[in-house]
């Protein structure tokens, strides 16, 4: 892989760490971006869907999830994790993310992972082909692509360091620190950096030197390369070795800090973990000798570091190596911005004509078009194109809802306050108030039930048992008049209607049996409308390829119950409307219909 990363690349965010997650934003919108490159957050403990950030004045929402398993499965081309967990968990998480697959990078944030667990997640990932930068590291970078958390420091910062577009030096360091110091110092003396890695402090890291240096040896953007080591350890010299053999031919200006430990008693630690030297071969002094006998551009300072890149640089630009970098248009992050208080995620109606899910208005809405309220209501309620059957379903549900009389307490309801004097949305409110468990509940607690019977492989009589051990009336099931040698014809077209266009009807087929069991107590114990709609409903999402957790929050939201009230609508308005048309006085209700127990007070 010879680039790290491009402009497409996106990453899985472990644990919300919301000002890098804005910063990483920021920058997709400095460099304009055409998609974030936070694809998503993993955060266990949050019961949130979603968290909002700025995309320059605006807002956008990314997805949250619980685990990382559901994350990759919603973003399976997020190929980057970014582990921001501690360093008790960071190991596990990382683990895991290796058994899942699908991940070329893996950047880890932690310091102070336990050095053999470090090892072995490092060797485990190195198998896999999986690049781990990390622990106890800033990140990594591709100017001008993508950016890990707070590499780089502020957006001035970035600019300042022409971090906001591909140079020609590779940069690896060991400190994050330094690396934003370093990309300062190259782009004063040369034209900025094409790509950069901070290895990280700890001791036992995942790619070291060489393999980010042999990285960019293969990446044509990268024209020559700045190593950055320390006192501590012997990965310097795995890089003496490839120079020395010609697997890395690009010119390599390279400096090993900690060479004041020599003034010291052996042993003492600078900073990182791993900058300890154990022998003298790991010492400063030595690596940055054996850096200069191989060949490698090694300064007499750190001072003197600046005016070596800006010889190199020279040179190679001289030579025509490295030719001029234009400078790409930057997007400006406001110096003001407030955040919404409103999301709407299904209608626009900003631009020239308002649209319904993406859909200009007049592209489902005229007869022409041949859409109707079904896909109306597919595009708003859930952001989908439902094909025909699917739609035509559902407008035949709303049309066998719409009314089932003046009797009914909603259409009772609506009636009397039309006649009290009330306008149309006032008496239609009355009477959608009462649809709730005892009035349209049916319809949700057949689908949840039945669902519920059908999951878990309850036989009919199974079920039956169930329901009375929970002393609830099976939903759905019976009719007042209705029985198996009166059928409702309205369940006879809704069950004609999916055999014949459905994918198929598990549940409904399901409920048919459990039917057969019901009557054969009493003959009115009949899968009734209510129950029919409900049952369907779920084979319909089922067919639509709707996860069973998707389904069930649609149950649980009261989705079902939803269409009820959308089809009752039509009916209750109607029932106003004839009120209204006659003209009808002020309703009382008749005296002899009142039952009247009316006790003499007791005195306290």
């Known amino acids: 892989m010879a680039q790290l990363f491009t402009r497409d690349t996106q990453a899985i965010f472990w644990n919300n760490n919301a000002s890098a997650i804005q910063r990483m934003l920021d920058y997709d919108f400095t460099i304009d971006r055409k998609t974030p490159s936070v694809a998503c957050i993993v955060a266990p403990t949050s019961e949130n869907k979603f968290q909002k950030f700025f995309w320059g004045a605006d807002e956008i929402m990314v997805p949250l999830f619980k685990n990382t398993s559901d994350a990759k499965k919603a973003f399976p081309t997020a190929d980057v994790l970014l582990n921001f967990a501690s360093f008790r968990t960071a190991y596990d998480v990382t683990m895991e993310a290796l058994e899942i697959g699908g991940f070329k990078s893996i950047m880890i944030t932690a310091e102070g992972i336990p ?37 780089g420091g502020t957006i001035e910062n970035i600019i300042n360091s022409k971090l906001h577009r591909a140079g020609s030096c590779g940069l690896v360091t060991r400190s994050g620190g330094l690396f934003n110091e370093l990309s300062n110092i190259i782009a004063i003396n040369a034209d900025g950096i094409a790509e950069g890695v901070a ?79 154990n022998g003298d071969q790991e010492t400063a002094d030595a690596k940055n000798k054996a850096m200069s006998d191989a060949g490698m551009f090694v300064p007499k300072s750190f001072n003197d570091l600046p005016s070596l890149i800006a010889e190199v640089y020279t040179k190679l630009k001289s030579e025509g190596t490295i030719g001029e970098i234009p400078e790409p248009i930057m997007n400006t992050l406001p110096k003001v911005r407030k ?71 909603g259409a009772h309801n609506a009636k009397v306050t039309a006649r ?11 009477g959608l108030l009462t649809i709730g468990p005892r009035f349209g509940g049916a319809i949700d607690g057949a689908a949840e039930h039945f669902k519920y019977a059908d999951d878990n492989k309850l036989t009919p009589a199974e079920f039956l048992n169930h329901m009375k051990k929970e002393g609830i009336p099976i939903p759905g099931i019976g009719h007042r008049i209705k029985s198996l040698r009166n059928p409702d014809l309205r369940v006879e077209g809704l069950k004609k209607f999916a055999k014949e266009y459905f ?47 998707e389904i069930n929050k649609f149950i649980s939201s009261g989705t079902l119950n939803a269409f009820f009230i959308a089809g009752r609508t039509i009916g209750f308005i109607g029932h106003v409307l004839d009120e209204k048309r006659l003209e009808m006085p002020m309703y009382r209700h008749p005296m002899d219909d009142i039952l009247y127990q009316v006790d003499v007070a007791e005195e306290i």
Not at 241 to 268: H, L, M, N, Q, R
């Open 503 to 549: 994918p198929s009807t598990p549940l409904l087929d399901y409920a048919l049996t459990v039917e057969q069991l019901t009557t054969s107590k009493k003959d009115n114990l009949i899968l009734n409308v209510d129950g029919t709609i409900g049952i369907l409903m779920v084979d319909m999402w089922r067919a639509l390829g709707y996860s069973e957790e």
């Open 115 to 151: 050095e053999r667990l470090a090892r072995g997640m490092n060797a485990k990932a190195r198998a896999l082909g999986v690049i781990v930068i990390g622990p106890a590291t800033v990140g990594a970078i591709a100017p001008g692509a993508f950016k890990i958390a707070n590499i």
């Open 339 to 409: 955040s919404k208080e409103f999301i709407c995620t299904i209608s626009d109606d900003r631009g020239d004509e308002a649209t319904y899910a993406g859909f200009p208005i007049s592209s489902v809405a005229t007869p022409d078009t041949g859409k109707g309220i079904g896909d109306v209501i597919a595009l708003l309620w859930f952001k989908k194109q439902y094909p025909k059957w699917a739609t035509q379903f559902i407008e035949t549900v709303i049309k066998t809802v719409a009314d089932h009389g003046p009797a009914v307490s």
């Open 420 to 430: 009290a004097g009330k306008s149309v949305v006032e008496s239609l409110v009355t």
């Open 199 to 277: 290895i990280g402090g700890d001791r036992f890291v995942g790619s070291v030197f060489i393999d980010n240096l042999l990285r960019m040896q293969d990446n044509p953007e990268v024209k020559y390369m700045l190593l950055l080591g320390e006192v501590g350890g012997t990965e310097e010299y795995k890089v003496i070795e490839a120079v020395k053999s010609g697997k890395i031919t690009k010119p390599i200006i390279a400096w090993c800090i900690g060479t004041i430990a020599k003034y010291y008693d052996s042993g003492v630690q600078f900073g990182h973990a791993g900058a300890s030297a």
